[in-house]
């Protein structure tokens, strides 16, 4: 079922300039009397001339959108410069609304055009069918939806003019809910590698759970890529390091780790690097964002730890890499977890929550109830240790930062962090990320 319908009136032809208010009609008539639903939300988009006032430009629309009392309370005229621009505008007002089922009407010209736009713009979430404007007012037509067609027809460079538009729109955006916010651990040296842990603030999301510093896109989440994109080119801009140079681990929950500039896996949750200028991040959302540097043989590498991850020893392979690859020694590797959900919040049901009670009784919390409370940190710590990494050389919620805490629990912070535990599905995602200085 139709839950939006958005009429792109946004590049008409010349000779149909003249008559864009009949031509609305005629659209809103076919609406009005076709639809399977009464009255659906109804989004118009329309170019904004240089120099003209929204709402003179508006006033323009009124006497053709009062024949229509039924859909009036339903619909808005969007205004914008730009296709990204009304785009973007109407994607917050189906997500205001939580609506993912659109009609597009629109001029036969603009169906490939429009196609690239709602690709970069939109994720899987959202459902599209696409439908001709009709001078006349026809209802077989209107029920006649053409399945969303995956294969672009459009020449490469005017793919590319479409990604550079919609990257100038967003990267015109003000930055929300603050400034951009990087946590940095003491116990990494500062001379020889940039890293850092990012908080939810100073990015584009506008979305409550991915509001504003979101640094990672899915198919299931309302995020698009290239949102999560400018995010990033943000945080490299304040923090220092190169986004083209970025690498951020591709996660399984298991243990497998990549070696920057070898074979990449299709997945893994481990990545090590020891050239100059590579940054390398790992994800977090309550998983453990753990970061790893050896400023003896300058390498370092980052690791996502979940509670999978915790156990199949996710943090101890990533150390092994970086010994087998680059010559390491355990004892001069320095690991720190980062903001991740806590003993204080994290449950596990108890046949899972009996794997950390055998690493260790202390990490669990009434381990005889149905779920009891896990705390995946300190059997990262335990397994670490057992491992040979020096505890001194180990920061955690155990160990407290001279200047600052970094192993925050995501979940008992909504104003700092993100967190999947309290946020639900749609929720965003922090980083964990560190390089070695290109000095």
Request: proline content about 5%; overall charge neutral.
């Amino acid at each position: 079922m139709v839950e939006a319908i958005l009429v792109d009136l946004f590049s008409l032809p010349a000779n149909l300039q003249n008559n864009i208010q009949g031509l609305l009609c005629n659209t809103l008539e076919m609406i009005e009397k076709c639809s399977s639903i009464p009255a659906p939300f109804v989004y118009v988009m329309c170019c904004q001339r240089q120099g003209s006032e929204r709402n003179s430009e508006q006033e323009s629309f009124l006497p053709a959108l009062n024949d229509f009392q039924s859909l009036k309370k339903r619909l808005e005229v969007v205004y914008a410069l730009t296709t990204a621009a009304v785009l973007y505008t109407v994607k917050q007002r189906l997500d205001e609304k939580d609506l993912s089922i659109i009609k597009v009407i629109l001029p036969p010209f603009r169906k490939d055009v429009m196609k690239v736009y709602i690709d970069h713009l939109f994720t899987a979430v959202y459902q599209f069918k696409f439908e001709d404007l009709q001078v006349a007012s026809n209802c077989k037509n209107l029920q006649k939806a053409e399945p969303r067609s995956e294969v672009q027809t459009l020449p490469t460079q005017d793919m590319a003019l479409i990604q550079r538009e919609i990257q100038t729109y967003l990267e015109s955006l003000p930055s929300l809910k603050g400034q951009l916010t990087i946590l940095r651990s003491s116990l990494i040296p500062d001379d020889i590698f940039l890293h850092g842990f990012t908080t939810r603030t100073g990015g584009i999301s506008y979305l409550p759970t991915l509001s504003s510093c979101n640094l990672f896109s899915s198919s299931k989440r309302r995020d698009p890529q290239v949102v999560v994109k400018e995010n990033l080119r943000r945080l490299a801009n304040v923090a220092g390091f190169n986004p083209e140079t970025f690498h951020r681990v591709k996660t399984d929950h298991a243990n497998a780790v990549y070696i920057v500039g070898k074979a990449e896996p299709d997945s893994y949750d481990g990545i090590v690097a020891n050239q100059k200028g590579v940054t390398v991040a790992a994800p977090g959302a309550d998983c453990i964002p753990v970061l790893f540097a050896d400023p003896v043989r300058k390498a370092c590498g980052a690791a996502h730890s979940g509670w999978k991850g915790t156990l199949l020893g996710v943090s101890m392979a990533t150390v092994s890499a970086m010994v087998s690859e680059y010559g390491c020694e355990v004892k001069d590797i320095l690991v720190v977890l980062g903001p991740s959900v806590g003993p204080c919040c994290y449950k596990l049901p108890h046949e899972s929550a009996k794997e950390f009670h055998r690493i260790d009784p202390k990490c669990v919390r009434l381990f005889d109830s149905a779920c009891p409370y896990v705390d995946i940190r300190r059997a990262t710590r335990i397994l670490l240790e057992n491992g040979g990494i020096l505890p001194e050389n180990i920061q955690d919620d155990s160990v407290t930062d001279q200047n600052q805490n970094i192993t925050f629990c995501t979940a008992c912070h909504p104003d700092k962090f993100y967190s999947h535990f309290r946020d639900g599905a749609n929720f965003g995602t922090q980083i964990g990320f560190i390089t070695i200085r290109d000095y």
